[in-house]
């Protein structure tokens, strides 16, 4: 039986995100983060604001959090701000001076896709906009919302289907 040369603990052992690697992780995923809670808040401002403090929390906890550890890390705590945001308004200031199902004069698939993602849950949302519109793995998305990947799974399905009864009703086109 061979021998570790060190203490098991050591293989867990990870080494603290340093400055530079902070920078980079800025400069490679702040508009993926923002935009990101813009599409769970469509509030482009807060977005703003959320995706800024996040990136506080991560400098402020850089030393106890691994380098390959930060997107998923960035992406969790922006969640939770995001939620923490949404939980802090009234349901009435969350769908604003828009209305669901109002009558249009106009095709706007933007503003179609918009009440559709009005429907869904929190966690829905976030995952269907991780997967579908940021390319995350399920792995990450289960890492980042801390759900296994089989929850990722079902919500994502349910969520997709929610959005495609919502879309296949042409009153809400037209």
Known sequence: MRMLPFPPFFLNFSIPMNEKEYNQS??????RLCRFIDKLLMEEEVAKDITQESFIRLWENRKSVPKEK????????????ALEHSK???????????????????????QVIEDALLLLSDVQKSILLLRDMEGYSYEEISEILQLSESQVKVYLFRARTKIKDYIKDLTHVL
């Open 88 to 110: 802090s308004r009234s349901r009435f200031s969350e769908i604003g001076d828009h209305r669901i199902g109002e009558d249009r004069t106009n095709f706007d698939l933007k």
């Open 26 to 31: 800025v400069m490679e995923l702040s508009n």
């Open 70 to 81: 930060a997107k998923s890390w960035l992406f969790t705590t922006g969640y939770r701000l």
